[in-house]
C-alpha cells in the first residue's frame, strides 16, 4: 500500500471541521433549548456540573484577578497545581478568557462543538495519509470526532482535549518522519503536555508504540540522523510545555491518589472476571451513562471511559483490516492495544502504572481503528470478501450480549428475577440501539456492493444520521437520568451567587458549610467551604481529613456529626436549600442560629465560631492522639495542638501535655468552652489574600499560632519581617512559632517548581525560535533551486 504524495491531493479540512461541528450543535441546540426554556444554561449531569461548569468560570475569573493561592479550593489550596489537571493548559480555556466570568456557563455548548470538529478535523489531517482517499478520509474524521469515546466524555468536557488534539501531534510526527518536515512536532507535543500533563502521559507511552510498530513494518526508515533530530525535537516540545507539568508533578508526589501501585497478580489479573467481559463488550455495544452500569456490574466501569465504540461500522471494518493486512503497522498497533487493555500493568502504562483502573487512553487506539476501518470499506475486494464475515461475528456477539438480560437469576431476598442488568428497560434501549447499528450497517453495505460508487456517501449520510440517533439516546440517558436531581441546578448554583453574597458578610475570613446543596458552593461563592469536590487539592487536605474521620478522595463530605471539625476548621454559616431546612434542624447542633435567608438558601451562623488563627495551652503528641476514636479526634484538636515529639521539644515552648482528665472530657459542653478559650486566644487582624494570608498575634509568651490551612511547601512565613519555619501539624495544617508581644505574621504563597519550569520553558521556546529560524533559511535555497 503506497502512499499517495499529500501535495497532490487538496485537503478537505475546513469541509470535515464544518461538518463535525454542525453535527455537534444539532446534537446539543435541543437539549439546550430545553435548559433555556426550564430558566438557565445547558447542564447536564454530574461531574459536568458539579465541576466543570464552576472550575471554568472561577478559574477565568482568577486568572483575570491574578494570584497564587486559591481559598475557595477546599480548605485552600495553590492555584495553579489545583486547576493546571482541569483547564489552565488548555487552548480551549484560553480561548473564552475574554469573556466576563460570569458568562462562562454559556460557552460551555459552543466550546463542545469547538472540540468535536477539532477532533474530526485533526483526524481527517492525520489519515488522509494513509487512507489515500479524501472521501473515505473524511467518514475517519467523523468516525473519530463522534466515536463512543467521545460521546461518553461529554460528561467530563476536559477529557476532550486531549482527543481534539493527540492528531495534530500525530500527524507532524509522521510528516516529520516520512516528508522530512520539521518543526511542527515540538509545537504539537507542547500544545499536548501544556494542555493535560495526565492524558499526555498516555500520548507519549503510545507514541512510542506507534514509533516501534511503523519501524518494524518499515514505514519509518530511520537513519541516525534522523533520530537524532526527532529526539531533539521531542526534547524542545517537552521542554517548552513543561511550564504546568513540574510544579504539578511535585505536588502530585504528594498525592496519597497517584501512588497506588500493583500488589502481585494484581499486575496480571483483573480482580473480578466481569473486566474482561466489559472490555470485550465496549467495543460492540453503544456506551452507558458514565454513572450508570447496566452490564457487569461487578466490574469497574463507572466513570473511566470504558467504550471504544464506532457508531454504525463499529468494529468490523478494523477486525477485516486486521485479517488482510497483518503485516500492516496499524495491525500490529491494535494488537499491542488489545494486549494492553486486558492486561492490567499493560493497561495502566498509560497513566503512570497506578492501580486504580482506566480506560482514558482509548481514544488513541480509536484513532487508529477509524483510519483502519476506513482503509478496508475503501477497497473494494475487501468490501465484498471480508467485512461481511467480520459484520457477522459483530452481529453474534451484540446479539450475545442479550443473554445478561435473560440468564436466571435471583433477588437479594431469593425471589426469581429475570437478567442481572442492573435496568432492563435502559439495557434494551441500549442494546436495541446498538443492534440497529449493525444492522444498518449491513443494509449500507449491502446497497454498496451494488453502487460501489456512491457507497461512501451513502455511508457518511448513513453515520451522521446515526450518530445523531445514537448520541442523542446518550445525552438523554445521561441528562435526564438525574433530571428532577439538577432541574434546579442554576438557579440553586449561578442563579443565586449574587443574592448569596449579599447575605454573607464581605468583610473578614471565614468558611462555609453547605448542607445537601449541590456540589462546590464555595466554588461558586468564591469562599472557603469544608464541603469540595475537586481532585487535585492541596496534597495535605488528604493528610489531615481521614485523621478526623473524614473520608477524602475525590471530595471533602465531613459528616454533620463532626461538629467539632466546625469550630477547628473555622465555619461559620451553612448554607442549607429551603426544602432541607427541617432535616438541617433536626440534626444540628445548638451552635447554629437561623440568619438571614435568600430565594433558595437558608444562612445560620454558627454561634460559637472560632475565627481563623489561635493559640493552644496543651498539646498532644501522635501516639495518644491516634488511640481516640476518629469521630472525636477534632473534640481533642480544639483542646490541644498535635505535634510531634521532635516538634514538641523544639518547638512546645509553653505548651504542656495535654492532661488524661481534659482528654477524656469530649462532650458538647466542653466543646463549647473550648471554642470560647480559642477565642479568647486568636490573632487579629486576619486577612486572606490571593498570595497567602495576614495576621496579629497578641501574646504572653513565646508560643505557637495554628492556622487551618493546609501546608504546602509553597508557603514561606515572616514574623515582624524575619522568616520563620512552618511546622507541620493536626497531620496537614499549619503553625508558628511567635515571641511574645505584639507580632505580625505574614505567609506568602509561591507555586513549587514554577520558578524552575518558566524559565525552562522560555529558554526551550528561545531555542526553538531560533530551530524554526535555521530550518526556514535552510529551506530558502532548496525553494530557489526548484
Known amino acids: 500500500m503506497s502512499l499517495l504524495p499529500l501535495r497532490a491531493r487538496r485537503t478537505c479540512y475546513w469541509q470535515v471541521f464544518g461538518l463535525c461541528l454542525v453535527l455537534a450543535a444539532v446534537l446539543f441546540v435541543p437539549h439546550c433549548i430545553i435548559d433555556g426554556v426550564t430558566g438557565g444554561f445547558f447542564h447536564y449531569a454530574g461531574d459536568f456540573n458539579d465541576q466543570m461548569i464552576p472550575f471554568y468560570a472561577y478559574a477565568n475569573d482568577f486568572v483575570k484577578q491574578g494570584g497564587s493561592f486559591s481559598w475557595a479550593t477546599d480548605l485552600g489550596s495553590g492555584f495553579l497545581n489545583a486547576y493546571s489537571y482541569y483547564c489552565l493548559g488548555s487552548p480551549f480555556f484560553w480561548l473564552t478568557i475574554l469573556i466576563p466570568a460570569r458568562w462562562m456557563p454559556f460557552?460551555?455548548?459552543?466550546?463542545?462543538?469547538?472540540?468535536?470538529?477539532?477532533?474530526?478535523?485533526?483526524?481527517?489531517?492525520?489519515?488522509?495519509?494513509?487512507?489515500?482517499?479524501?472521501?473515505?478520509?473524511?467518514?475517519?474524521?467523523?468516525?473519530?470526532?463522534?466515536?463512543?469515546?467521545?460521546?461518553?466524555?461529554?460528561?467530563?468536557?476536559?477529557?476532550?482535549?486531549?482527543?481534539?488534539?493527540?492528531?495534530?501531534?500525530?500527524?507532524?510526527?509522521?510528516?516529520?518522519?516520512?516528508?522530512?518536515?520539521?518543526?511542527?512536532?515540538?509545537?504539537?507535543?507542547?500544545?499536548?503536555?501544556?494542555?493535560?500533563?495526565?492524558?499526555?502521559?498516555?500520548?507519549?507511552?503510545?507514541?512510542?508504540?506507534?514509533?516501534?510498530?511503523?519501524?518494524?513494518?518499515?514505514?519509518?526508515?530511520?537513519?541516525?540522523?534522523?533520530?537524532?533530530?526527532?529526539?531533539?525535537?521531542?526534547?524542545?516540545?517537552?521542554?517548552?510545555?513543561?511550564?504546568?507539568?513540574?510544579?504539578?508533578?511535585?505536588?502530585?508526589?504528594?498525592?496519597?491518589?497517584?501512588?497506588?501501585?500493583?500488589?502481585?497478580?494484581?499486575?496480571?489479573?483483573?480482580?473480578?472476571?466481569?473486566?474482561?467481559?466489559?472490555?470485550?463488550?465496549?467495543?460492540?455495544?453503544?456506551?452507558?451513562?458514565?454513572?450508570?452500569?447496566?452490564?457487569?456490574?461487578?466490574?469497574?466501569?463507572?466513570?473511566?471511559?470504558?467504550?471504544?465504540?464506532?457508531?454504525?461500522?463499529?468494529?468490523?471494518?478494523?477486525?477485516?483490516?486486521?485479517?488482510?493486512?497483518?503485516?500492516?503497522?496499524?495491525?500490529?498497533?491494535?494488537?499491542?492495544?488489545?494486549?494492553?487493555?486486558?492486561?492490567?500493568?499493560?493497561?495502566?502504562?498509560?497513566?503512570?502504572?497506578?492501580?486504580?483502573?482506566y480506560a482514558r487512553w482509548y481514544y488513541m487506539p480509536i484513532l487508529i481503528l477509524c483510519a483502519a476501518s476506513a482503509m478496508a470499506l475503501r477497497h473494494e475486494g475487501v468490501r465484498e470478501t471480508e467485512v461481511p464475515r467480520a459484520l457477522g461475528l459483530a452481529a453474534v456477539v451484540t446479539v450475545s450480549a442479550a443473554a445478561f438480560a435473560l440468564v436466571p437469576n435471583t433477588d437479594e431476598d431469593g425471589n426469581f428475577v429475570l437478567g442481572v442488568v442492573d435496568n432492563q428497560y435502559r439495557f434494551w434501549g441500549l442494546f436495541i440501539l446498538s443492534l440497529l447499528g449493525v444492522g444498518l450497517f449491513a443494509l449500507l453495505l449491502r446497497y454498496g456492493l451494488r453502487r460501489p460508487r456512491r457507497f461512501s456517501s451513502v455511508l457518511l449520510a448513513g453515520i451522521l444520521g446515526f450518530t445523531f440517533v445514537y448520541g442523542t439516546v446518550h445525552i438523554s440517558i445521561c441528562k435526564y437520568g438525574q433530571w428532577d436531581h439538577d432541574l434546579d441546578y442554576p438557579a440553586e448554583t449561578w442563579g443565586d451567587v449574587d443574592e448569596l453574597n449579599d447575605a454573607l458578610p464581605s468583610d473578614g475570613f471565614y468558611r462555609l458549610d453547605a448542607y445537601e446543596c449541590y456540589n462546590n458552593m464555595g466554588i461558586w461563592l468564591d469562599k472557603s467551604c469544608i464541603q469540595c469536590f475537586h481532585s487535585t487539592v492541596a496534597p495535605h487536605i488528604l493528610e489531615f481529613y481521614p485523621s478526623v474521620g473524614v473520608t477524602r478522595d475525590v471530595s471533602s463530605k465531613p459528616d454533620m456529626d463532626l461538629y467539632a471539625l466546625r469550630g477547628l476548621l473555622s465555619v461559620r454559616y451553612t448554607l442549607v436549600p429551603e426544602d432541607k431546612v427541617s432535616a438541617w434542624e433536626a440534626d444540628m447542633t445548638r451552635s447554629w442560629a437561623l440568619v438571614s435567608s435568600t430565594e433558595h438558601y437558608a444562612v445560620y451562623e454558627n454561634q460559637d465560631w472560632v475565627p481563623m488563627g489561635f493559640t493552644y495551652e496543651y498539646y498532644i503528641t501522635p501516639d495518644r492522639f491516634e488511640n481516640l476514636p476518629e469521630n472525636e479526634r477534632a473534640q481533642v484538636l480544639m483542646k490541644a495542638l498535635l505535634l510531634t515529639e521532635e516538634q514538641a521539644e523544639t518547638w512546645g515552648g509553653s505548651l504542656q501535655p495535654l492532661p488524661e482528665d481534659l482528654l477524656e472530657s469530649r462532650d458538647y459542653e466542653t466543646y463549647v468552652q473550648d471554642c470560647a478559650d480559642r477565642r479568647s486566644s486568636g490573632v487579629t487582624g486576619f486577612t486572606a489574600t490571593r498570595t497567602g494570608f495576614s495576621a496579629v498575634s497578641s501574646q504572653q509568651e513565646d508560643t505557637l499560632v495554628f492556622f487551618s490551612v493546609p501546608y504546602d511547601d509553597g508557603f514561606t512565613a515572616t514574623v515582624n519581617g524575619q522568616e520563620v519555619p512552618i511546622l507541620n501539624v493536626d497531620n496537614g495544617l499549619m503553625a508558628v512559632p511567635v515571641p511574645a508581644g505584639e507580632s505580625e505574621i505574614l505567609f506568602t504563597y509561591r507555586t513549587p517548581g514554577l520558578s524552575v519550569s518558566v524559565p525552562v520553558s522560555l529558554t526551550a521556546l528561545a531555542a526553538y525560535a531560533v530551530y524554526l529560524l535555521v530550518l526556514r533559511r535552510r529551506k530558502q535555497p532548496e525553494n530557489h533551486l526548484s
Open 107 to 357: 460557552t460551555m455548548v459552543p466550546m463542545l462543538c469547538l472540540k468535536f470538529a477539532v477532533a474530526g478535523g485533526g483526524a481527517y489531517l492525520w489519515m488522509r495519509r494513509w487512507v489515500r482517499s479524501e472521501e473515505w478520509s473524511i467518514i475517519g474524521g467523523v468516525l473519530y470526532a463522534f466515536c463512543g469515546f467521545n460521546i461518553y466524555n461529554i460528561f467530563f468536557y476536559f477529557f476532550l482535549d486531549a482527543p481534539a488534539l493527540f492528531p495534530y501531534m500525530l500527524n507532524a510526527l509522521d510528516e516529520a518522519v516520512l516528508d522530512r518536515k520539521y518543526g511542527r512536532f515540538p509545537f504539537w507535543a507542547a500544545l499536548n503536555l501544556l494542555n493535560n500533563y495526565f492524558f499526555f502521559a498516555g500520548q507519549a507511552v503510545f507514541l512510542v508504540v506507534y514509533f516501534v510498530c511503523m519501524c518494524l513494518s518499515k514505514r519509518y526508515r530511520l537513519t541516525l540522523r534522523l533520530f537524532g533530530r526527532l529526539a531533539l525535537e521531542t526534547l524542545l516540545g517537552c521542554a517548552m510545555g513543561c511550564v504546568l507539568l513540574l510544579p504539578a508533578g511535585l505536588s502530585l508526589l504528594q498525592n496519597p491518589r497517584t501512588i497506588d501501585p500493583f500488589n502481585g497478580y494484581g499486575y496480571l489479573v483483573y480482580g473480578n472476571p466481569q473486566q474482561y467481559l466489559a472490555i470485550l463488550y465496549s467495543a460492540f455495544m453503544a456506551p452507558d451513562a458514565p454513572y450508570l452500569t447496566d452490564l457487569f456490574t461487578q466490574g469497574i466501569t463507572k466513570w473511566t471511559s470504558l467504550t471504544a465504540y464506532l457508531p454504525v461500522v463499529g468494529i468490523v471494518a478494523g477486525l477485516a483490516f486486521c485479517r488482510v493486512w497483518r503485516r500492516h503497522p496499524f495491525t500490529r498497533i491494535l494488537k499491542v492495544c488489545v494486549v494492553c487493555a486486558f492486561v492490567p500493568v499493560l493497561n495502566s502504562a498509560f497513566y503512570a502504572l497506578n492501580s486504580s483502573y
